[in-house]
């Protein structure tokens, strides 16, 4: 029974209480990042138990999970130990056992979103497949197994030529642009060789790019946030504004495409959708996470609830609130590993120094235990009465960097 549950799993703080949270429901994450370390901020608001599953001991959410079990999310019998543990179980990255979790499903363990969802969306190649065949509008994409597909792909699409990987990508990692089709070959060795499964697609050229947060009850009920637009350095979201600056009709086609293509996914939770908006206002979608994301960080201080408070409703089955904005605007700034060790972390420092003194600035430090090039440590997120004033406000934050960091 769940109270057995709770009871044999809350037995190591020594205590045989019930829970009294908001939800009584226990909440697996697969994953503790810094995800799974904002959705334990937001459970510890409403007293609802988050338990993670992650390898490494310091992880980000370890110190603010009611339970920590330290164990790989990709390996089955963890897995499986693990949702014994838990009334509902969800992700925070989307790279785990699939199998896994179809076979808990079977058995009757509640994962949201469904087991199905993370399948599609593991698999870049599977994913794309699955949205044009829901008639979302994407770049033309496929798959490639040697040079010669490859070539032949090269000249269907023309160049740049975008290689992917179809697994385990993110920040930009399992993506390589061949700008000719002398450079295929070591795109395609960067990404590991044709061994590694890759596709391609056609090169989107995109005038912005766009991220549509899409909430979904367990009633299937559907709700959006407002589009934001992301700004991507060396492939790594690095800004993001809130709301977008691109016109009525852009906005609601962007949530349009976004609504669709989480409408044909199962499962309650947080989902992203990343859009391309080219310079004939067409919409074109990226990719999808079954998760919380980064262009929705924002969501903390400017809308009524957060992404990571409507993943947790979402998922015990709480009604969703209300993701609308509460500010005009709002700037997030990702704080990247500048640099290996002490250096990287002096500069980031100095940072966070110069955003606790500006008024509507709020500071989020991931406490990861290294710091490495690249790595995303923390955020800012600045709100305000416009765009322009909280543009104003990041960038003497920044220009104030470059001069005290010389
Ligand atoms: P994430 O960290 O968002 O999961 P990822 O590793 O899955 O990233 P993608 O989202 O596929 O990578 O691509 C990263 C970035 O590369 C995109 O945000 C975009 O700037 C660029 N990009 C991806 N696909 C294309 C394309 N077909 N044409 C042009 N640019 C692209
Ligand atoms: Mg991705
Ligand atoms: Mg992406």
Redesign the pocket.
Known sequence: SRTSLQRSHTSHRNDDLPVHGVSETIVGVLGGGQLGRMLCQAASQLAIKVTVLDPMENCPASSLSHYHMVGSYDDSATVQEFAKRCGVLTVEIEHVDVVTLEKLEQQGVDCQPKASTIRIIQD?FLQKVHFSGHGIPL?DFMQIDDFESAKRAGELFAYPL?I?SRRL???????AVAKSEEEISSAVNVLGGYDRALYV????P?VK?LAVIVARGRDNSILCYPVVETI?RE???HIVKAPANVPWKIRKLATDVAYKAVSSLEGAGIFAV?LFLTGDGQILL??V?PRPHNSGHHTIESCFTSQFEQHLRAVVGLPLGDPSMKTPAAIMYNILGEDEGEQGFLLAHQLIGRALGISGASVHWYDKPEMRKQRKMGHITIVGPSMGIVETELKSMLNEEISDGQ
């Open positions: 870049k770049p975008m992917k990508a993110y920040d930009g990692r399992g993506n697609e056609k090169w989107a995109f790019e991507h492939n790594i979201c990343e990226n990719e996470a």
